[in-house]
Nanobody, 123 residues
Framework: QLQLVESGGGLVQAGGSLRLSCAAS????????MGWFRQAPGKEREFVAA????????YYVDSVKGRFTISRDNARNTVYLQMNSLKPEDTAVYYC????????????????WGQGTQVTVSS
C-alpha cells in the first residue's frame, strides 16, 4: 500500500510560482506512475499532469503546458509539480495520485490518492 501526502500549496499572486510536493511512504514508490489532479470549487476533479516510473515520460493537460512541470525523485519517494506563471483559474485543491498504468488521465486509473493541498491564485 502507498500513502501520499501533498504539501507546498498556498496563496500566490497571478504570475507567481509554487512548487507542490507529494511524499510517498513505502518502498514501492518507484513501481508507480504518478499524476497530479486538481478540483476547483463547484467543478469536477480534472487531470493536470502525469509522469512515468522513472520520469522519462510526462504528459500534461493543454491548459498547463509550458507553465507546469512534473518531476520525481525516486530516491526521496517524492513527486513534484512546479507551477509557473500561475493564473486565477489555476485555483484549486491539488491532489497527487499513484497508478500502475502508463500516463493515464482518468481518475479511475489511479489507485492511491493524497488528501490534497489548496492553491489559491489572486488576480
Amino acid at each position: 500500500q502507498l500513502q501520499l501526502v501533498e504539501s507546498g500549496g498556498g496563496l500566490v499572486q497571478a504570475g507567481g510560482s509554487l512548487r507542490l510536493s507529494c511524499a510517498a511512504s513505502g518502498r514501492t514508490f518507484r513501481s508507480y506512475g504518478m499524476g497530479w489532479f486538481r478540483q476547483a470549487p463547484g467543478k469536477e476533479r480534472e487531470f493536470v499532469a502525469a509522469i512515468s516510473l522513472r520520469g522519462g515520460r510526462t504528459y500534461y493537460v493543454d491548459s498547463v503546458k509550458g507553465r507546469f512541470t512534473i518531476s520525481r525523485d525516486n530516491a526521496r519517494n517524492t513527486v513534484y509539480l512546479q507551477m509557473n506563471s500561475l493564473k486565477p483559474e489555476d485555483t484549486a485543491v491539488y491532489y497527487c495520485a499513484a497508478t500502475v498504468k502508463v500516463l493515464p488521465t482518468e481518475e479511475y486509473a489511479y489507485d492511491y490518492w493524497g488528501q490534497g493541498t489548496q492553491v489559491t491564485v489572486s488576480s
